[in-house]
């Protein structure tokens, strides 16, 4: 009898745990996206960000009006003539002498200014004297200040481009300060 018992006790264990799985019906799923997610071609137009405005999908990847993105500060000069006139004149470095680090600024400008004006800033870079780009100045020829450095790396002048994204605020008045320290030195 009790042999009989565990028997079935067993038999009955299987069956209730083999009817529970049914593939053409399966049991309830908390997230199914999370499993079975929706699969989208790689480079295919798609229309989930579509929006009435017109945008082709753009809408959902734009900021909302009036907002900046965290950390970020404005900058008040125009990309301009005239702004570049102004900063020249007016913009002073909120780095004073003991916040600026001569030897990481050298290192940027190494990394970033050196290909095209030289490492002595005497516009003989690598690119200047393989002839990739002509009309890279010296810095002994401008008259420059610290605020049209700092304006010319923020926006770029002439083919120069801007590098603001590459250099941190804080950075860019770094390599300003070691430019004045090169043209001091031509």
Known sequence: MKNLLKIVFIVVIIVSTVSCKDDLKPNYQYMPNMYESVAYETYV??????????????????????????GFEPYEYPNTTA???LAKANLKSPLDSTQVDMKKAQELYDIYCAICHGTSGNGKGKLVTNEKFLG??????????????????TYGLNSMGSHANQLSKEERWQVAAYVQKLKSEL
Not at 45 to 70: C, M, V, W, Y
């Open 45 to 70: 137009e798609s229309d989930a960000f579509n929006s009435p405005t017109g945008l082709k999908g753009k809408s959902g990847q734009l900021p909302p009006d009036g907002t900046i993105k965290r």
């Open 83 to 85: 702004g570049y006139e």
């Open 136 to 153: 890279v100045p010296s810095y002994a020829d401008r008259p420059i200040t610290e605020g049209s450095i700092f304006h010319v790396i």
